[in-house]
């Protein structure tokens, strides 16, 4: 079965430092999220992005947030200066379309920053 | 490495039957329990979370779920389902101890309500 792949696992960064996190989805979707957790609290939506461009972003997703999809595969977060509060994990999906089509996680990436 | 199985994948029933959603989770220490909804269209939105305390516990439209610690289940419920149940539902489990682990999705079931 597809999966929606996320690399790395695990991401260290010091304050202030930019970060890439990235993520290939199901190759024939054609919506993607990003959404975030920070440790003991709730999944967070950031953004979502179909036919190359944001459809929807949180009010987290501050200028500091950017995403992209730079090939016909990958699918990035860059955070242009890491705060210690971004710390959390990070969580790609993707799905075919937006109704009724099942949403598919990454396994999330885990960003410290210190 | 925690794991989240959901026994179904697709399932379909009619308005006014009653729900239940099954979540089986591997990991044997002190975790956190959420349910996610995804409506068509929609980001995910938190249904409910279990954290500590009565092992029962109410969500947002008439949802609830149950931790039962000896079977690591966390099955959501909801008596009589509606048309507009109809989404996609993911349970979650967080390690308390969090590293690398953090919070682990199921696959997700995706529900289909019959008027």
């Known amino acids: 079965e597809p999966e929606v792949t996320q690399t790395p696992s695990h991401q260290v960064t010091q304050m202030g430092q930019e970060v890439i996190l990235r993520c290939v989805p199901i190759?024939?979707?054609?919506?993607f999220y990003w959404y975030r957790q920070i440790l003991g609290q709730k999944v967070e939506f950031l953004v979502s992005?179909?036919?190359?461009?944001?459809?929807?972003k949180s009010e987290i997703f501050d200028d500091q947030f950017s995403v992209e999809r730079p090939d016909g595969s990958n699918f990035t977060l860059k955070i242009r200066s890491t705060k210690l509060e971004d710390s959390a994990m990070y969580f790609c999906a993707s799905t075919l379309t937006e109704k009724n089509s099942p949403l598919h996680f990454g396994n999330g990436t885990r960003l410290t920053v210190t | 490495a925690q794991s989240v199985s959901q026994h179904n994948h697709h399932v379909i029933l009619s308005e006014a039957a009653s729900l239940e959603l099954g979540c089986n989770y591997s990991y044997g220490g002190t975790v956190n329990l959420f349910w996610y909804v995804q409506y068509p269209g929609q980001h995910l939105q938190l249904l409910l979370k279990y954290f500590s305390g009565d092992p029962l516990v109410k969500g947002i439209k008439g949802f609830e779920a149950e931790f039962i610690k000896s079977k690591f289940s966390f099955n959501l419920r909801k008596p009589s389902v509606q048309w507009s149940d109809t989404a996609e539902y993911f349970c979650a489990v967080e390690n308390r101890g969090g590293g690398a682990d953090g919070l682990t999705f199921g696959k997700g079931t995706h529900l289909i309500i019959q008027p």
């Open positions: 992005f179909y036919n190359n461009e944001i459809s929807e």
């Open positions: 190759s024939n979707h054609l919506y």
